[in-house]
């Protein structure tokens, strides 16, 4: 059987499996420019679990206090959802750091399985920093056929939102 031949049977013999697919990855990703040296926004945002301190959605923060790969926070977001994520890169000297969901919670957060990667740096001049938060997720219901609160434009709505929130309420904080 010739090959094209055979990939057109297959799909006559198993249209479902054909038509079937899993969620794609969405992608979110928001900056914001700080009045501010990139030591001054650094020393802001570094502090792993210190996220409470400056992300106006979330009520509080706790942590183990490692900055380094392995190191936890839960945050507890203003409707009260806790989400529960892990460092997977830590670089003072660069004024970044990557982290990740480790315990799904979608009905605090319509969103599964995401890494976000947090940087500063410089903004032109010495006076202002460039802060930039960038994420790789799926939908918070990764079957064939999500609720609409938990689908692929919910998931994107929110983390863009989480991450404008954010970046808003870290340049109120740094520059008052």
Known sequence: MKPVVFVFASFLMFPVLALAHGPTPQKAKESVIINAPVATVWEAVKQFDGIANWHPDVKHSTGDGKHESGGTRTITLQNGGQLLEE???????????????????VQAFPASSYS???????????????????????RGD???TPPENLNDEAAVKAMNGFFKD???????????
Do not use: C, I, M, W
């Open 87 to 105: 460092l997977d890169f830590y670089s003072d000297k660069d004024h970044e750091y990557s982290y990740r969901l480790k315990t799904e919670n």
């Open 116 to 138: 976000v990667t947090l940087q500063v740096s410089p903004g032109g001049d010495t006076d202002h920093s460039t802060v930039v938060l960038k994420s790789r997720f799926y």
């Open 142 to 144: 990764t079957g064939n």
């Open 166 to 176: 954010g970046l808003a309420g870290l340049k109120a904080q740094v520059e008052k």
